[in-house]
């Protein structure tokens, strides 16, 4: 398996992003997809996820309201929407899929629910 996010860059706060991850390697609809970003200095952390329907989303209450995560299974494309960009979302962000179509409350946070990542994006937003 092999995901290739892309799309990151340097932005002023405000500004939107749009992050796309490509996968290969397995059956793309079969597994939930995430998004998890990390700052200098701090931990991995998870910013939203999509089953492998695309029916079922979730966000952390940090970015909930500004990103909107969605995918294209004929693509097997995960991508992220980052709108009304902080200088705390500044950090490199990583696609990752999940070991099952859906995962359920904290669960999707957890990143050992998580069996393939990609190599990350830096995204900087400036003040």
Known sequence: ????????????????????CAASGRTFSDYAMAWFRQAPGKEREFVAGISGSGITTYYA??????????????????YLQMNTL?????????CATANQR?????????????????QGTQVTVSS
């Open 102 to 118: 859906i995962l359920s409350g904290n669960r999707w946070s957890d990143s050992s629910k998580y069996g393939y990542w990609g």
């Open 1 to 20: 398996v092999q995901l290739q996010a892309s799309g990151g860059g340097l932005v002023q706060a405000g500004d939107s992003l749009r992050l796309p």
């Open 86 to 94: 902080k200088p705390e979302d500044t950090a490199v962000y990583y």
């Open 61 to 78: 209450d940090s970015v909930k309201g500004r990103f909107t995560i969605s995918r294209h299974n004929a693509n097997t494309t995960v």
